[in-house]
């Protein structure tokens, strides 16, 4: 299995945009430190990493990131001291309330980033996969033909119900990456679960009739599958139980659908070109290995 094929392109990262008032830098910028601070030790090449990840964000963010950056470095014994330098001169004085809502910011950018964007952010948290120790889900060959079969029988009911169960994530989640658009979110769990590729496939092919009408989509989403690492799949599906525990948004969409319409308006059009389902499933059923 291969990782990404590029390294992580921070200027990339940098450049991004805010997407409806939310900037990715702050945010990246606390998680990895909050990664970091985990252990008492790095090696030579995961300080290296963390550095070079680390300093372009600082040059974007807020002086109330800056300062709980700081904070947590200062009382982290190994704490880089070019990182500390690049810190100095922020105002302690400076509070933020925000700590507590940083997962969870995380995840509402990822669901509202174009695929592109999601890759991106996954290929940060792949270089990051170093940082922290594995808790890999554990693997269930029952579990994973549950999944398959929910969503050979159309049932993202049941598909989002053991979702829930076999992450250990909320109810709400669970649906959410079960009806995404774009379909990364089911790639990560599946990667995380343990799955095959070639399930995964037949899981993308009826699962999501958006999807499943695109065979050039799901090839691209099981190119993905491939380049995603584990550790990478098992710390955004960590980030995902994370925000579970912290306080929902107090913006609440107007109508059932808006959320789903807002992926639709972010996806690609060339990806979802109309493919009539089951004649797109037979394409690509023909042509992969069991």
Not at 260 to 271: F, I, Q, S
Request: glycine letters at 4%; aromatic letters at 4%.
């Amino acid at each position: 299995m291969a990782k990404f094929s590029a390294s992580p392109s921070l200027d990339s990262l940098l450049d991004l945009a805010c997407r409806d008032g939310v900037d990715i830098r702050p945010t990246l910028l606390r998680v990895l430190t909050d990664l970091y601070v985990q252990k008492p030790t790095h090696s030579a090449d995961e300080e290296t990493q963390y550095v070079e990840l680390v300093l372009g964000l600082i040059e974007a963010a807020d002086e109330p990131t800056r300062v709980a950056v700081r904070t947590r470095l200062e009382a982290y014994p190994a704490a880089p001291a070019v990182v500390l330098d690049k810190l100095a001169g922020t105002d302690a004085s400076v509070g933020s309330n925000r700590d507590k809502t940083e997962t969870h910011d995380l995840v509402e950018l990822f669901f509202a980033a174009t695929s592109e964007e999601r890759r991106l952010i996954l290929a940060n948290v792949d270089a990051a996969s170093g940082l922290w120790p594995r808790r890999p889900s554990p693997e269930s060959i029952e579990v994973i033909r549950r999944l398959e079969a929910a969503a050979l029988q159309l049932n993202s009911g049941e598909f989002s119900r053991m979702l829930e169960r076999a992450l250990g994530i909320s109810r709400a989640l669970a649906e959410r990456i079960t009806h995404d658009q774009h379909g990364e979110p089911i790639v990560i769990a599946a990667r995380a679960l343990g799955m095959k590729a070639a399930v995964l496939q037949r899981v993308l092919l009826f699962l999501n009739p958006v999807i499943g009408e695109s065979v050039e989509r799901v090839y691209d989403l099981a190119r993905l599958f491939d380049e995603l690492t584990p550790a990478a799949a098992e710390r955004m599906v960590e980030i995902w139980r994370e925000a579970g525990q912290q306080p929902r948004p107090t913006h609440a969409p107007q109508h059932w659908d808006d959320e789903r319409r807002c992926a639709r308006l972010l996806a690609t059009p060339a990806l979802h070109r109309a493919v009539p389902h089951h004649d797109a499933a037979h394409s690509l059923l023909k042509t992969s290995k069991p």
